[in-house]
T-cell receptor
Framework: DAKTTQPPSMDCAEGRAANLPCNHS???????VYWYRQIHSQGPQYIIH???NNETNEMASLIITEDRKSSTLILPHATLRDTAVYYC??????????FGKGTHLIIQP | GAVVSQHPSWVICKSGTSVKIECRSL??????MFWYRQFPKQSLMLMAT?????????EQGVEKDKFLINHASLTLSTLTVTSAHPEDSSFYIC????????????FGPGTRLTVT
């Protein structure tokens, strides 16, 4: 699986959009970009995934660059409950996931 | 989204005893499930892949005789920590890929194991 690079931490004001970047320059053509988050002492939660096109669901939007070497997860209106560690993971299918250190997003009131 | 449950949510056991953790996919079938371990302030680490109808595959450095995995049905995988020691104390989490989509994975809530 391709390696990903994320900033270790970010702050965002409550009610503002949180934009979390991820670099995955070695991604292969058949690999998806997945985003998960882990709130303290809980199991990770699936957020969104994409292959080439931008995606949006009820939780977030995913913007993937045309060359697929980077992506951005957007939480449109961050709340305090969005404080968590966010993981960007590249995976080609039904394989076990390799977790990096992720980005610790802290939503400030 | 799909739901995965784990039982128990936390367990305390004495050194030398064995502990079984169950992982269930509640609303979908999973021929494959994954087991992870997470130590404090660290990321999840993949331990093993549980395969329905065949043997589990273990990641390098994970003792298969210590962490016994049984994928009893399309909705149940169990992890048994045998002869537990204090260094096995950790947060154990399972996941299952949802085959109906693009294999996004759904995680259980985790099991906190403390070995005294």
């Amino acid at each position: 699986d391709a390696k990903t690079t994320q900033p270790p931490s970010m702050d965002c004001a409550e009610g503002r959009a949180a934009n979390l970047p991820c670099n995955h320059s070695t991604i292969s053509g058949n690999e998806y970009v997945y985003w998960y988050r882990q709130i303290h002492s809980q199991g990770p939660q699936y957020i969104i995934h994409g292959l080439k096109n931008n995606e949006t669901n009820e939780m977030a939007s995913l913007i993937i660059t045309e060359d697929r070497k980077s992506s951005t997860l957007i939480l449109p209106h961050a709340t305090l409950r969005d404080t968590a560690v966010y993981y960007c993971i590249v995976n080609g299918g039904a394989d076990g996931l390799t977790f990096g250190k992720g980005t610790h997003l802290i939503i400030q009131p | 989204g799909a739901v995965v449950s784990q039982h128990p949510s936390w367990v305390i056991c004495k050194s030398g005893t064995s502990v079984k953790i169950e992982c269930r996919s509640l609303d979908f079938q999973a021929t494959t499930m994954f087991w992870y371990r997470q130590f404090p302030k660290q990321s999840l680490m993949l331990m093993a892949t549980s395969n329905e109808g065949s043997k589990a595959t273990y990641e390098q450095g994970v003792e298969k005789d210590k962490f016994l995995i049984n994928h009893a049905s399309l909705t149940l995988s169990t992890l048994t920590v045998t002869s537990a020691h204090p260094e096995d104390s950790s947060f154990y989490i399972c996941s299952a890929p949802y085959a109906g989509g693009s294999y996004e994975q759904y995680f259980g809530p985790g099991t906190r194991l403390t070995v005294t």
